[in-house]
């Protein structure tokens, strides 16, 4: 059983930036595929982000440039690093994990969760 527990979440500015940390346990993130999904208020949940153990990498086209997923073996969190931060970024984000070595875009592909953070950006 893999659980993911989420920080960093929080209140920035348009242009600002944030750092989301996903820390696992139950399994070590090298033998997993971690995504990033969102979901804002009356819209579906999508995928922001992913990374599978080969190091294959996916981003939606809105935030390539401006976020980055990596991880730490040694800590075994993946993280997300969100820079230049645009309203249209505020949502919950959530971690999630697959124990399959494709990024896959579904949600439902995703077995495991964490509880959310909430991501606002002010204009």
């Known amino acids: 059983q893999v659980q993911l527990v989420e920080s960093g979440g929080g209140l920035v500015q348009a242009g600002g930036s944030l750092r989301l940390s996903c820390a696992a346990s139950?399994?070590?993130?090298?033998?997993?595929?971690v995504g990033w999904f969102r979901q804002a208020p009356g819209k579906e949940r999508q995928l922001v982000t992913a990374?599978?153990?080969?190091?294959?990498?996916y981003y939606l086209d809105s935030v390539k440039g401006r976020f980055t997923i990596s991880g730490d073996n040694a800590e075994n969190t993946v993280y997300l690093q969100m820079n230049s931060l645009k309203p249209e970024d505020t949502a919950v984000y959530y971690c999630?994990?697959?124990?399959?070595?494709?990024?896959?875009?579904?949600?439902?592909?995703?077995?495991?969760w964490g509880q959310g953070t909430q991501v606002t950006v002010s204009s």
């Open positions: 990374m599978n153990w080969s190091g294959t990498t």
């Open positions: 139950g399994r070590t993130i090298s033998r997993l595929t």
């Open positions: 999630a994990a697959r124990t399959g070595s494709a990024v896959k875009m579904s949600s439902t592909q995703y077995a495991y």
